[in-house]
T-cell receptor, first 115, second 117 residues
């Protein structure tokens, strides 16, 4: 019962470094999302995808890039990491059709610290 | 843009008591869904309860129930017989399935609930 798998769970980056947060799901969900959660704040949408080859910006896309070459995978790329990107990152997926019926399935999150 | 307001940053309740968390939102949509998610210290996001906006009957899930007032755009969560394991951050999240907001959930800032013995 894998659901949505995120790796890594924790990471410390130095300013200016780059990294990719991995997200994969095994439920054949068309819709996938990346959110960030800052302390005391709700989740803000970074990017989302409604299917392989289709991605779009959310509320806070600056400093990030995504790709969706397969239904299963939706990696998030951080280029030139900045302290403002210190956050907890969540990947999520949902079913097409009755899109929001069961809500999202979330990954367990990645805590990223940029120093 | 859809806005979500959770006006109680923190709440506490004694074990076995009842507590209500409030949530209001702003939308021009008529059909949508509403969710409450729980985030314990483990960080995992866990679905607590959901409500379809077209249904007048309030959703209930064991000790959790909602009071949905569509005209007032209010969606509160009531937790009965609170348990220590209910200690968590709770997020209200309306979601939409049409147009530019397709498939998106909008999250409030959360309410930190502490249940004490």
């Amino acid at each position: 019962n894998a659901g949505v798998t995120q790796t890594p769970k924790f990471r410390i980056l130095k300013i200016g470094q780059s990294m990719t947060l991995q997200c994969t799901q095994d439920m054949n969900h068309n819709y996938m999302y990346w959110y960030r959660q800052d302390p005391g704040m709700g989740l803000k949408l970074i990017y989302y995808s409604v299917g392989a080859g289709i991605t779009d910006k959310g509320e806070v896309p600056n400093g990030y890039n995504v790709s969706r070459s397969t239904t299963e995978d939706f990696p998030l790329r951080l280029e030139l990491a900045a302290p403002s990107q210190t956050s907890v990152y969540f990947c999520a997926s949902s079913t097409p059709g009755v899109v929001l019926g069961p809500g999202y399935t979330f990954g367990s999150g990645t805590r990223l610290t940029v120093v | 843009a859809q806005t979500v307001t959770q006006s109680q940053p923190e709440m506490s309740v004694q074990e076995a008591e009842t507590v209500t968390l409030s949530c209001t939102y702003d939308t021009s949509e008529n059909n949508y869904y509403l969710f409450w998610y729980k985030q314990p210290p483990s960080r995992q996001m866990i679905l607590v309860i959901r409500q379809e906006a077209y249904k007048q009957q309030n959703a209930t899930e064991n000790r959790f129930s909602v009071n949905f007032q569509k005209a007032a755009k209010s969606f509160s969560l009531k937790i009965s017989d609170s348990q220590l394991g209910d200690t968590a951050m709770y997020f209200c999240a309306p979601g939409f399935d049409r147009g530019s907001t397709l498939g998106r959930l909008y999250f409030g800032r959360g309410t930190q609930l502490t249940v004490w013995p």
